[in-house]
């Protein structure tokens, strides 16, 4: 009830950052990265945090691959994996599949949940893509694999072909769920209502930055989208780092959200794995 009259509050990101309702969010339970969590109703279970491997990913790389390299990389991935947070997201955009498969050396492929995104749009490229990504990854299979940064509103017309391909590969074994990832409210908008949706990667911070719309339209969507029994995983939580400032305030909007069934954080070093760790379970029931 305290957060339905919370997101009543015809607010900006700014008034809400500038006079953050911590009563109105606070929980009752605190929240570890490391807890285990079902992903909607696709039967995967994994810790409630994934580990980024892509802050400000592009063209083939990201901070994680261009500061850390493979090893480091693949050292902060198994050093998360040890204190319980075993669900890694990486994507072809961030050439951080060579990383993640030198950390499954040392890991039990099971244990681990990886979630993957291709930006092909046909049946036959998303086809050669998954294959690609096995040798990449060094993997037979993949948990969740998306369609990444979709900003076309009738994507789901017209990307039949490699909604095709996923759906073939799930049927295989080769994927578990697929789903997409958003980067406008058009887009946004389709995968709340598109039956063929498992996973939704969203965009969400209470300052609304690099967001596909305005905090109340956004959470209006989501709202309906986990109604439709999609799975939600929450990204930018801190604004693309806008909102490092207010790491509490951004948490605290994320756990009150009532939606959101993981997040994903772009850790680049050990010191913010374990601030994470700290902050999370203050934050989730701060009043």
């Known amino acids: 009830m305290k957060r339905k009259k919370f997101f009543q509050y015809s607010l900006t990101g700014t008034a809400l950052l500038a006079a953050f309702p911590y009563e109105l969010l606070a ?161 946004l908008e389709t995968a709340a209502d598109e039956p063929w949706v498992d996973v939704d990667l969203v965009r969400y911070n209470p300052g609304g930055v690099a967001m596909d719309a305005d905090v109340s339209t956004v959470h209006s969507v989501l709202s309906r989208m986990k109604n439709n029994g999609k799975a939600i995983r929450g990204i930018k939580v801190y604004g693309v780092g806008q909102l490092v400032h207010k790491k509490d305030e951004c948490l605290e909007f994320y756990t009150g959200a009532g939606f959101m069934d993981s997040f994903t954080l772009g850790i680049e070093s050990y010191e913010q794995f374990k601030d994470i760790q700290k902050r999370l379970p203050e934050a989730s029931v701060r009043a």
């Open 27 to 187: 929980g009752t339970k605190k929240l570890y990265p490391s807890d285990r969590v079902r992903l909607g109703n696709t039967g995967i279970e994994m810790s409630r945090m994934a580990m980024g491997t892509g802050t400000r990913g592009f063209g083939g790389s990201s901070n994680q691959t261009r500061s850390l390299g493979i090893k480091g990389l693949s050292d902060l991935l198994r050093a998360g994996f040890d204190e319980g947070v075993n669900f890694w997201e990486t994507a072809d955009q961030y050439g951080s599949h060579p990383h993640v498969r030198e950390a499954l050396k040392k890991i039990d492929r099971e244990k681990v949940v990886i979630l993957t995104k291709t930006n092909s749009s046909s049946y036959k490229d998303v086809k050669s893509d998954l294959e690609r990504f096995k040798s990449e990854l060094g993997t037979d299979y993949f948990d969740i694999v998306l369609l990444h940064a979709v900003t076309d509103p009738q994507w789901n017309e017209n990307m039949k072909g490699a909604m095709e391909a996923l759906s073939e590969a799930r049927e295989e074994g080769i994927i578990r769920a697929h789903g997409v990832s958003c980067h406008s409210i058009g887009a």
